[in-house]
């Protein structure tokens, strides 16, 4: 079980309680969760306890994180969107720290289940629709018809863009879960392949120990990728619900 590559994707209880005739039950999904939330939380509140002229390492990095995504939800949605920079912040960082997690041996992927990635994204579809409606009434509908398109085109542009703006929660949770899933699996097998191969004679370990940390390296930058797209594709939907063409 434990040379299983999938192994490291199952949700397993790891703690239960029994309150008023109800069975609650902690997953390492869940756990892994209600952490990456607190770490978030933890990482702000101490960053911005002790603002100093010249910033520590710790404000250093979360002024650089909070320039970083602003910069982003402002060049990607305009200044309109500030509003809703708390939360963009939030689920960037939430995102970022699930996908790392992954790394460490014994956590959980939260991000690799398309459950909890789909459920993001429907946040984020939801709160794209209400704002549009919000701001533009039924007006808002026009997003389906592009301003210049020839009225006899209408039939086909139509269903062409409600398809793919209601496959937008979709590939948004696909998206991320597919990548974590991918490069989690690949990290397996040649960490696997390594500690066998050390087994018959110590060099032959060494070339997929070399490939290990190569893509150890490259399972980072794809993981602070992935939580960089799907907020820039959060701000892209909003930008469409803000400004519409």
Request: net charge positive; with cysteine; aromatic share 12%.
């Amino acid at each position: 079980m434990a040379l299983d590559p999938l192994h490291q994707f199952q949700v397993a209880p790891v703690a239960s309680w029994s309150v008023l005739g109800l069975d609650i039950v902690k997953t390492n999904q869940s756990l892994t969760m209600v952490v990456a939330t607190g770490l978030v939380a933890l990482l702000f509140v101490l960053g911005a306890r002790r603002r100093a002229l010249i910033p520590g390492r710790l404000q250093a990095f979360v002024e650089l994180t909070y320039d970083f995504v602003a910069g982003l939800v402002q060049g990607t949605a305009g200044k309109a969107a500030m509003v809703f920079f708390p939360l963009i912040l939030t689920l960037f960082l939430f995102i970022a720290i699930q996908n790392l997690a992954g790394m460490i041996p014994g956590t959980f992927t939260s991000t690799s289940q398309i459950f909890i990635t789909l459920q993001l994204a429907l946040a984020v579809f939801v709160l794209v629709i209400g704002v549009g409606f919000y701001k533009h009434g039924l007006h808002f509908l026009s997003l389906f018809y592009p301003a210049g398109t020839p009225l006899y085109l209408a039939p086909l542009i139509i269903p062409l863009e409600l398809i793919s703006f209601f496959a937008r929660p979709l590939t948004l949770a696909v998206r991320l879960a597919a990548n974590m899933i991918a490069g989690h699996v690949l990290l397996k097998i040649f960490a696997t392949f390594a500690v066998m191969l050390s087994g018959l004679f110590v060099a032959a370990g060494l070339v997929p120990l070399v490939f290990l940390i190569a893509i150890t390296g490259l399972e980072v930058f794809i993981a602070l990728l992935q939580a960089y797209i799907f907020t820039v594709l959060t701000c892209v939907y909003l930008n469409d619900a803000l400004h519409l063409h």
